[in-house]
């Protein structure tokens, strides 16, 4: 017999704690929404980046606002996202605006390119990420 599968959560805030960033790094922000734009709270969004390398965490409040704080990145950021209702985390990437297409943007419809790239802000940078719906943002296959 197997054993049935289950949504991940709904316990970010408690069950994956993360130390408090980088001090001096740049802000990462935005929302997690569904797919009816509605705010999705107690959602975790993980972020990495190889250059410079840096790992962070953080959750998402009641109006699905979330926040973390890394070293400046290059070009982009990989952002996961867990949730409930995802039996998987959902992964996609933040560019940084006015950052040349590389070749995982350049092999996206134009259209949708801009779900991924952020929009600069005096502290950092802030990107919504929306799980479905017509603004949905381009998650990868890992």
Excluded: K, N
Aim: net charge negative; hydrophobic share 40%; aromatic share 8%.
């Amino acid at each position: 017999m197997t054993t049935p599968s289950q949504t991940v959560g709904p316990f970010f805030a408690l069950g994956m704690p993360c130390p408090d960033g980088v001090p001096d790094g740049v802000w990462l922000r935005g929302r997690v929404l569904d797919g009816a734009g509605d705010p999705v709270p107690d959602a975790l969004v993980e972020s990495w980046q190889a250059d410079p390398p840096a790992f962070s965490r953080g959750a998402t409040d009641d109006a699905g606002h979330w926040a973390v704080r890394v070293p400046p990145p290059q070009r982009y950021v990989d952002l996961s996202v867990f949730a409930r209702g995802l039996l998987r985390r959902v992964v996609t990437r933040l560019y940084l605006p006015g950052v040349p297409d590389d070749e995982v943007l350049a092999g996206l419809d134009p259209a949708r390119r801009a779900t991924l790239v952020a929009t600069a802000m005096p502290d950092g940078y802030a990107l919504d990420i929306h799980l479905q719906g017509p603004h949905e943002t381009v998650f990868f296959a890992v």
